[in-house]
Each structure stands twice: as structure tokens, then as C-alpha cells.
């Protein structure tokens, strides 16, 4: 089976590189950066400004290949990839949930970005805490490594190299 994602706009950000780049949103409050939307699908953004967050869908687009088995950014141990969200996937889809700052011309003003510049934009997703807000929740192997998030940045261990296991 063959699926195709048609993008509907392109992520701006200032990191042009993976290096030193932060790796979750809450980790780059200041990160501002912006996202364009084609012509052709900024109807779509009706009612939008609406909404504080907004949850990004995105083609991790200079990732090549994927391992199943990955040492995430936050820890020194292998885990299996869907427990982590390393860009190195069977499916390079990304998630971002970050503050939508507003909207002008097809151009949403954002922040707390972390994603690399020029990174094609899949879907756009309101933010709604009741949809997203869960009792009990677990967090597996990050338990172990609470704290670290706002100290961590991006490095070389998933650059463009192409693998597959």
C-alpha cells in the first residue's frame, strides 16, 4: 500500500540546523517562528486564531531511513522507537504542540517551535485540554529522566545519514 500526503504549507524557524536545536517545544519557549499556508488551503484556517496552542503535523523531511532500536536525546539507553519520538521513523511524521501568536495573510505567528527550518507542514490540529487531558498517566523509561528536558538539545546521533534495520 502506497499513501501520499500532499503538504499544506512550509514550518519557518530559526534552526537551519539539527545541532544545538531544541528537542520538544516546552524546551524552546522562545523560539518564535512562523508557518506558511499555500494558497490554495488557507480557508482552512477559519476560526483558528481562536485557539492559544495548535498541534503541527509534520514530514521529518531530512530524515532518512529509520532504526527500530534508538538512544533518544534524553537518555544513554536503546529503546524501541515508537517509545521515544526520535525523528528516525518508518513514517517521519512529527508533533509539535506550540502557542499560536496569530494569524495574517496565511501566516500564523508562532512559538515555542522546535523544528528544523523549511520543514514541510502536513496538518494543523486545534489544542483542546479536554481532548488531551488524561488521569494516571505513565511515562515509561522518562520517569528516569525528569529534569533533563530543558538542558538537552539536539546532536549529531540522528543526522541524514540513510539506515534501515
Partial sequence: MTIQYEPIGVIHTPFSDLQGMPIQPTAAAAAQGTVEIFPQFQAGLKDLEGFSHIILLYHFHKSQGYRL???????????????????????????????????????????????????????????????????????????????????????SRFTYLKYKD
Fill in 69 to 155: 532500536q534508538v538512544v533518544p536525546y534524553l537518555d544513554t539507553r536503546e529503546h524501541g522507537v515508537f517509545a521515544t519520538r526520535a525523528p528516525k521513523r518508518p513514517n517521519q511524521i512529527g508533533l509539535s504542540i506550540v502557542r499560536l501568536l496569530g494569524i495574517e495573510q496565511g501566516r500564523l505567528q508562532i512559538e515555542q517551535i522546535d523544528v528544523l527550518d523549511g520543514t514541510p507542514l502536513l496538518d494543523i490540529k486545534p489544542f483542546v485540554p479536554d481532548f488531551q487531558s488524561f488521569k494516571d498517566v505513565k511515562t515509561g523509561w522518562l520517569e528516569e529522566v525528569k529534569g533533563r528536558l530543558a538542558t538537552t538539545t539536539s546532536d
